[in-house]
């Protein structure tokens, strides 16, 4: 599935937390806008303290998206707070919404609280997935997880991501055995994989089976500088 | 070792504390760490552990005090208005003498502060946050391999001393991703049970744990045992890690986070030409005052900089002895210095230096 050719009015992004959720929506957001209509990126995560969208809006505002955060002075609280604006640009004819949501059962709660909103236009679901994650490397443990989702989110799933990475240190292989675990559960859910997540450092893509989502890593880089790791 | 798992620091911590024997986890929920909570709950029950979530932070250094008293390998763990809770049990545990592992994910304070990472309870940690004269050993992990790694071995630690062990980390540490790989389960049937547990006298004598005696001379004899272990551990336990210091003509002192930045500093500093080392206390306590008076006598300062307003710093003042000058840069309250603002803080010094 190619990102350039969906047509939707809402694209959700969810999944477990970790799984690399708010840097393929901001990518997402990216390449959509490069398509030339207006698009706004909503942080509805309520649930991580840190590395949330609200963290790099700088760089998504450069590239003309407009970016739906809790109020300023509210930013940096331990508060679930959803803007009611989210639910204005979902009305809004002029702006494609992408909705980062929060991690697990307790980030995918929101998604309930934007059904009203979300039942009168068109969206499109992915469920984000890392087979690198602990609790969720099996067919198994996914299929129970996505469906644990879609139910606390009140939302159908259209497509499943491979999302499988260790950060910097992602290398084809893992990319590959995380297409094989989600061709199982795409098989035994009905549920088509979308695409893989292939970050720019990982060059050659040769033998994956889906369509590639080319993504620049933005997390583990606060301010322009990256928590390197020198050990 | 197996294969790598990308994780968060949180649960790189739980995972390990899991393989490391710990089936016993008490724990209350409190940004930046409530995963690792969150962890233990998901995870304890389908291998045949204990987790409970207990009313308060005081409630539960209690029933570590309980557990540690079978002889159960126990964790907890909590950030820092949470841990400052824990302070009158963990001074109890260490009279009785009882091993347990605590995990604190600073954040900022003092006070409910806020819930960006934070290094300002480094005193807290290791002057001994609770009454009385008692130590806890202090492992402070800079990346998340190592954070595993530390709560692998704290347990071993912990039992060794008869003492609790404080795995300080800070929120950057509980909340970032990196792969890591895990050590293999310890098999909880064939560790070893201590000889001083309470498991019923059937048999044999009774045995009596407490942390009181209403005794003077009595008491202080506990004291001095303790003091003895103190001393074993300040002679056994010291680790830390040199970073580039062979040929350093200046020195950095930093833990944890901030010592992963420095060393970003390091490398950007040698290429415009100042020779710059690290040297990274791993324990906070013990604290390895005789490698940095070494490395004082060779470097033209030592700048010692923290994600507070300077406590580290004092340990570092005690170790030099006055043999160089010991300079300090530090942003409280959750502000992260950037590789770049400690370069130019450190160009600064260095330029005097030279005049």
Not at chain 1, 196 to 225: E, M, N, Q
Not at chain 2, 154 to 182: C, H, T, W
Not at chain 2, 203 to 210: A, M
């Amino acid at each position: 599935m190619k990102v350039e050719e969906l047509k939707s009015k809402v694209f959700i992004f969810l999944g477990p937390f970790g799984t690399g959720k708010t840097e393929l929506s901001m990518n997402f957001s990216m390449v959509r806008k490069r398509m030339g209509g207006e698009v706004a990126l909503a942080d509805i995560d309520i649930i991580s303290p840190y590395f949330r969208i609200r963290d790099f809006v700088g760089i998504l505002e450069e590239e003309g998206i407009k970016v739906i955060l809790p109020p300023l002075h509210l930013l940096h609280a331990d508060l679930p707070i959803i803007t009611a604006t989210v639910g204005g640009y979902i009305e809004n004819e002029k702006y494609e919404v992408i909705l980062d949501v929060g991690g697990e059962d307790d980030g995918v709660a929101v998604l309930g609280y934007l059904k009203r909103f979300l039942d009168e236009v068109d969206y499109t679901s992915f469920m984000v997935i890392n087979t690198k994650r602990p609790l969720y490397r099996d067919p198994e443990s996914i299929v129970e997880m996505v469906e644990r989702l879609s139910r606390k989110g009140r939302v159908r799933i259209d497509f499943l991501v491979n999302s499988t990475n260790l950060g910097g240190q992602t290398e084809i292989e893992d990319i590959r055995e995380g297409e094989k675990i989600l061709s199982i559960v795409s098989e035994r859910m009905k549920i088509p994989v979308g695409f893989s997540v292939v970050p720019d450092f990982v060059k050659d893509v040769k033998g994956l089976k889906y369509d590639v989502f080319r993504i620049r890593r933005f997390l583990g880089r606060i301010g322009g500088w990256a928590y390197e790791n020198h050990s | 070792m197996s294969e790598k798992l990308m994780v968060k620091g949180t649960e790189a911590i739980g995972e390990s504390a899991i393989r490391a024997g710990c089936r016993h986890y008490f724990g209350y929920p409190i940004t930046p760490q409530s995963e690792l909570t969150e962890y233990m709950a998901r995870r304890l029950p389908k291998i045949g552990g204990v987790f409970l979530q207990a009313e308060s932070e005081v409630a539960v250094v209690n029933m570590l005090y309980g557990v540690s008293c079978v002889g159960k390998r126990v964790m907890t763990s909590t950030s820092s208005p949470g841990f400052s809770l824990m302070q009158e049990g963990i001074s109890y545990m260490a009279c009785a003498e009882l091993p347990a592992v605590f995990v604190n994910v600073m954040r900022g304070g003092p006070g409910l502060g806020d819930i960006q990472p934070a290094q300002g309870d480094y005193f807290q940690a290791t002057k001994g946050g609770g009454h009385g004269d008692y130590r806890m050993i202090v492992l402070a992990p800079s990346t998340l391999q190592e954070a595993v790694d530390l709560t692998y071995i704290s347990f071993d630690i912990a039992e060794k001393y008869r003492n609790p062990v404080l795995i300080l980390a800070d929120g950057m540490i509980g909340q970032m991703m990196e792969p890591v790989e895990f050590p293999e389960f310890v098999d909880v049937e064939k560790l070893k049970e201590p000889d001083w547990i309470l498991n019923g006298a059937d048999g044999r004598d009774p045995r009596r744990i407490t942390s009181f005696d209403i005794d003077p001379h009595n008491l202080e004899k506990i004291i001095l045992h303790l003091m003895e272990k103190y001393r074993k551990a300040e002679e056994n336990e010291k680790r830390w890690e040199d970073f580039m210091v062979d040929d350093a003509e200046y020195l950095f002192v930093a833990y944890g986070t901030m010592a992963r930045i420095l060393k970003t500093v390091v490398k950007l500093a040698r290429k415009e030409g100042i020779k710059v080392g690290l040297i990274r206390p791993i324990t906070l306590w013990p604290f390895p005052y005789e490698r940095i008076e070494e490395m004082a006598e060779r470097v033209g300062f030592i700048l010692a900089v923290e994600m507070s307003t300077g406590q580290m710093v004092e340990d570092v003042r005690l170790a030099v002895k006055g043999k160089t000058e010991v300079l300090f840069y530090g942003r409280p309250g959750g502000v992260i210095p950037s590789p770049f603002e400690v370069l130019e803080v450190l160009k600064k010094y260095v330029k005097k230096v030279r005049v």
